[in-house]
């Protein structure tokens, strides 16, 4: 089955031959002359492939693949990154990924981040509890943003990890299933052109910088989507590699005409 919406790309405009992308992660309007974003979208019809109807991907070939894993929790028990449930889950989620990719001799957790769809999105933007949809192609670290991440997380510890060979993984569910609302894609890492479909990309926070890249569209790309997603189904893909030698998976959420 396939099914068809809308992406937005990020637009080959000269405006980023002087100037870097990015977008602010907090708002800006108590800045004299402060802009979110400096991104101009390219928004094009995609057709999506449900991963159900074809061969699994696999995530040193495709960049994505999906890992079963019983949920070690009730959705209604989950309410934030904090609650009890999710330390339960990334336990059980690191012994699965350790089985099932034995090729990687440490998996050290990053972050936990909740997505809850406002009832209003996204017809109307603003604060919301959670973090909601991401609706533009992109993966969540450039090497630079990698390294950048690495140095919030494990503070004065550079000399450990500067030179190594790493990868930073995304397992990304669902809380609840099945699940056909505004649903996760992946772009099969073997349809980009890696010299013109990205551009690395500054994400501002208040604190700090990071780097990721967002995506410049490409008719030969081929996404696949998970129909009815369960949470027994994790979507597990990577971002980065530091030495560029293992493939990506760029992301979006869709608005699923199906749902």
């Not at 637009?11 to 870097?20: G, P, S, V």
């Not at 936990?112 to 949809?133: F, L, M, S």
């Not at 192609?137 to 990698?146: E, L, N, T």
């Amino acid at each position: 089955m396939t099914v068809q919406d809308k992406i937005n790309y990020l637009a080959r405009d000269e405006l980023y031959l002087r100037e870097k992308p990015y977008h602010a992660e907090f708002p800006v309007n108590s800045i004299a002359g402060g802009i979110l974003t400096n991104q101009r979208h390219d928004t094009r019809d995609v057709v999506f492939h449900d991963m159900r109807d074809h061969p699994p991907l696999d995530l040193n070939v495709n960049g994505a693949c999906v890992v079963d894993m019983k949920s070690p929790f009730r959705a209604e028990d989950i309410e934030d990154e904090s609650s009890p449930g999710v330390i339960k889950y990334v336990q059980k989620l690191e012994r699965v990924l350790y089985a099932k990719f034995p090729e990687y001799t440490r998996f050290e957790p990053l972050d936990v981040a909740i997505r809850r769809r406002a009832p209003q999105y996204p017809e109307q933007w603003g604060p919301a509890k959670h973090a909601q949809p991401a609706a533009s192609p992109h993966v969540d670290f450039s090497v630079r943003g990698a390294f950048l991440q690495m140095a919030g997380a494990f503070p004065d510890q550079e000399e450990y990890y500067k030179d190594r060979d790493f990868d930073m993984i995304t397992a990304w569910r669902v809380l609840k299933g099945p699940n056909n609302d505004w649903p996760l894609a992946v772009c099969d890492a073997q349809t980009m052109d890696e010299e013109n479909d990205w551009i690395e990309n500054d994400v501002l926070q208040q604190s700090r910088i990071g780097e990721n890249l967002t995506m410049h569209a490409n008719e030969a790309h081929r996404w696949y989507y998970l129909s009815d997603q369960t949470d027994s189904e994790i979507f597990v893909f990577r971002n980065v590699s530091t030495k560029g030698n293992r493939p990506r998976a760029f992301h979006s959420a869709f608005n699923n005409p199906e749902d």
